[in-house]
């Protein structure tokens, strides 16, 4: 599965993270605020996926944000936007990678 994961970007994900955090990268939950509520990484900010275009300005430019969410696939829907907006970005796919990172 190393080498599966690997061709499709997967890496060391744990480790990505990990190092994103050291350096003070934000961690964005994308989630609905009831999902959130039900539970969520340590540190995490909660901007509801359809919130993240008018959130912009939380987001500093040249920053890295963490992105989570239940499956990965919101996180994935908003990167775009926020690279846009001159961040790095990280999708870590379900917020439980987060915190098993952390």
Do not use: Y
């Not at 275009?53 to 936007?81: D, E, H, M, N, Y």
Request: aromatic share 2%.
């Amino acid at each position: 599965m190393g080498i599966l994961s690997s061709l499709l970007g997967g890496g060391n994900k744990t480790e990505q993270i990990q190092q994103a955090i050291a350096e003070g990268a934000m961690i964005v939950d994308v989630r609905s605020p009831g999902e959130f509520a039900q539970g969520h990484a340590k540190g995490s900010v909660n901007i509801p996926v359809q919130n993240v275009q008018r959130s912009l300005k939380k987001f500093k430019p040249g920053s890295t944000v963490i992105l989570c969410c239940r499956s990965g696939a919101r996180a994935g829907s908003v990167q775009g936007i926020i690279e846009g907006h001159g961040c790095k970005t990280i999708n870590a796919g379900p917020w439980q990678n987060v915190a098993k990172a952390q």
